[in-house]
């Protein structure tokens, strides 16, 4: 019959004393509480009190001998997991709290991804403008700018389906990408940006 938690605890203290001969720890190991073996881990709880005894049991060196001791007693490979309570209901908690802060580190990698991925687009954006710009002939003619800046129009244009909000409401960081890429268009065809970007309005309003 498996031994229970808090009867593997029991027998194991002495055992770990004996390898760890150190009062402070003895003092932690004497305040812990064993709660539960679940998938894996063996989870004892200190009182809030005395809850900064915790970093002695977190010893790497210290950790790992008890986990040997706890492992050998329950016929099983486990590790040491502790946390601050002593009660199942404390337990519960505790990774209810983590899986809240999982759910959340989760969301803003997920965030965090789509924006790197927006840049990146913006990046290539920007980059094909440059391009366009360099292949375009004439480009020193009136005729040859003008052709270039409706051709760089029409690709702003299009990128927007996709990277700008169909409502209107793009965040800070999605304007400034924009204003860098009419900057940029601006710049090749010697207008100013505001009127760049006046006829990028107009031709993205007939697109509607």
Same mark, same amino acid.
């Given at each position: ?32 509480? @064993? ?24 010893n ?75 292949e375009?002939?004439?480009r020193?003619? @009136? ?21 700008? @909000? ?26 100013? @940006? ?15």
């Amino acid at each position: 019959m498996a031994l229970s938690a808090s009867e593997i605890w029991a027998q194991g203290v002495d055992r770990m004393k004996d390898k760890i001969v150190l009062p402070s720890m003895w003092e932690a190991l004497d305040h812990a509480v @064993p709660i539960t073996i679940e998938n894996g881990e063996f989870v004892v709880g200190l009182p809030p009190q005395r809850f900064s005894l915790s970093g002695h049991l977190r010893n790497p060196g210290y950790r790992r001998t008890i986990e040997i001791i706890l492992s050998e007693l329950a016929g099983e490979e486990l590790q040491l997991r502790i946390i601050e309570g002593t009660t199942l209901a404390d337990w519960e908690r505790t990774k209810q709290r983590e899986a809240i802060a999982a759910a959340s580190r989760e969301q803003q990698y997920v965030q965090r991804r789509k924006q790197e991925e927006l840049e990146q687009s913006w990046d290539a954006l920007y980059e094909r403008i440059v391009r366009a710009y360099s292949e375009q002939p004439y480009r020193q003619l @009136p005729q040859g700018k003008a052709a270039y800046l409706h051709r760089a129009l029409q690709m702003v244009q299009e990128a927007m389906q996709e990277l700008y @909000p169909q409502n209107g409401e793009a965040d800070d960081l999605t304007e400034r990408n924009l204003a860098r890429v009419i900057d940029r268009i601006a710049n090749n065809v010697g207008v100013p @940006p505001a009127m760049v970007a006046y006829e990028l309005l107009r031709l993205r309003g007939e697109g509607r």
